[in-house]
């Protein structure tokens, strides 16, 4: 079956500008998490969504990030107001449930610059 | 607050040898330790993962030692291969995974 796919595999856009980042989960797969890696850093945890949920929204930087999940299934990542800080990679991960033993499957991820 | 604390950052053996990476957590409310593989331009893939009711868990030339007390626990790579040279992050589950800094893994023809 087709794994977690991401969209667009690459973004550069200018400073101001807003961006919006797609995921596409595997199908049934309940839970739903954003990461942001650095160059050569480590995965920073973004934001949650299980089932229907509240999100767990503790992880965005500033309010400048939101996230979106529609009908259970995809979701966007949107960054309002582009900084040159903001260049990373943006990984989606998609798990049958939050419980910890449950695998989480990783997207290709975004790429995205600011300029 | 960095809660899952990954050495060394970098990591340079010969083919055959044994790499070792290690990690150490603060919150005792984890109950699930994985370890990731990620290739350059991929995401990370699940490599092996243990929970902590279990000292050590092994799965081909992978082993992850687990010591509950001392809130730590490490990757072992018996018989280390080429294409074993990837990115290594280890993490820490409880409703999601916390993630240490990562390792660079260079194994040497």
């Known amino acids: 079956g087709a794994g977690v796919s991401q969209s667009p595999s690459n973004k550069v856009t200018e400073k101001g500008k807003d961006v919006e980042l797609r995921c596409d989960p595997i199908s049934g797969h309940t839970a739903l998490y954003w990461y942001r890696q650095s160059l050569g850093q480590g995965l920073e945890f973004l934001i949650y969504?299980?089932?229907?949920?509240?999100?767990?929204k503790s992880g965005l930087p500033s309010d400048r990030f939101s996230a979106e999940r529609t009908g259970g299934s995809v979701s966007t990542l949107t960054i309002q107001r582009t900084q040159q800080e903001d260049s990373a990679v943006y990984l989606c991960a998609s798990s049958l449930g939050l419980a910890g033993d449950n695998e989480q499957f990783f997207g290709p991820g975004t790429r995205l610059t600011v300029l | 607050q960095q809660q899952v604390k990954q050495s060394p950052q970098s990591l340079i053996v010969q083919k055959g040898g044994i790499s070792i990476i290690n990690c150490a957590y603060e919150n005792t409310a984890f109950d699930y330790f994985p370890w990731y593989q990620q290739f350059p331009g991929k995401g990370p893939a699940l490599l092996i993962a243990i929970r902590p009711d279990v000292s050590e868990k092994k799965e081909g030339r992978f082993t992850i030692s687990f010591n509950k007390s001392a809130k730590q626990f490490s990757l072992h790579i018996m018989d280390s291969q080429p294409g074993d040279s990837a990115t290594y992050f280890c993490a820490a589950s409880w409703l999601r995974l916390t993630f240490g800094e990562g390792t660079q893994l260079t194994v040497n023809p």
């Open positions: 969504f299980q089932g229907n949920s509240a999100p767990d």
